[in-house]
T-cell receptor, first 113, second 111 residues
Framework: EAGVVQSPRYKIIEKKQPVAFWCNPI?????LYWYLQNLGQGPELLIR????????DSQLPKDRFSAERLKGVDSTLKIQPAELGDSAVYLC???????????FGPGTRLTVL | EDQVTQSPEALRLQEGESSSLNCSYT??????LFWYRQDPGKGPEFLFT???AGEEKEKERLKATLTKKESFLHITAPKPEDSATYLC????????????FGSGTRLSIRP
């Protein structure tokens, strides 16, 4: 069974540019998460979806970050415009339901210059 | 304020030298505590879920335990391939709406 797929794996952009990350969760998983992970830190939840509904986006900086999960499957996380402080690894995870074990993708390492 | 703290930040052991990693938490309404392993350049990989004080789970050389204030991940006779960062995460809140990760313990096992 395929795991969580993320692309791109690496992205280097200049500040003020837009960037988008894509995630394909494990088939049948209703819950999808986007996390931000800084070096030496644990993941921080940005947004959680139950099917296509964003049920927890309290930690998402809504002035520059947006996310969508069309048809309750794939998801896209966008930053516009990017700032230097956005440099981090962006992880996507999925689970059968909220509270179940999460399966993580390999992450996208973003560098903002 | 809800908080999850892991200690030590880093741990270096000799192969075969058993030890324990700690995850202490102060949250309201614990719904579950998770342990994950993360290798460099990869996403976290699930190890265990614990739901109530006194619960224990084992997998190969790893054993996780839970009390009302903390969890321990015991590593017995570790091997170099056990080297990784170990993360704990707590699901909490009256509606179980929060998930908070600790900063992790970087474990290094020398042959």
């Amino acid at each position: 069974e395929a795991g969580v797929v993320q692309s791109p794996r690496y992205k280097i952009i200049e500040k003020k540019q837009p960037v988008a990350f894509w995630c394909n969760p494990i088939s049948g998983h209703n819950t999808l998460y986007w996390y931000l992970q800084n070096l030496g830190q644990g993941p921080e939840l940005l947004i959680r979806y139950e099917n296509e509904e964003a049920v927890d986006d309290s930690q998402l900086p809504k002035d520059r970050f947006s996310a969508e999960r069309l048809k309750g499957v794939d998801s896209t996380l966008k930053i516009q415009p990017a700032e230097l402080g956005d440099s981090a690894v962006y992880l996507c995870a999925s689970s059968l339901g909220w509270g179940d074990e999460q399966f993580f993708g390999p992450g996208t390492r973003l560098t903002v210059l | 304020e809800d908080q999850v703290t892991q200690s030590p930040e880093a741990l270096r052991l000799q192969e075969g030298e058993s030890s324990s990693l700690n995850c202490s938490y102060t949250v309201s309404g614990l719904r579950g505590l998770f342990w994950y392993r993360q290798d460099p350049g990869k996403g976290p990989e699930f190890l265990f879920t614990l739901y109530s004080a006194g619960e224990e789970k084992e997998k190969e050389r790893l054993k996780a335990t839970l009390t009302k204030k903390e969890s321990f991940l015991h590593i017995t006779a570790p091997k170099p391939e056990d080297s990784a960062t170990y993360l704990c995460a707590v699901q909490a809140g009256s509606s179980a709406s929060k998930i908070i990760f600790g900063s992790g313990t970087r474990l290094s096992i020398r042959p």
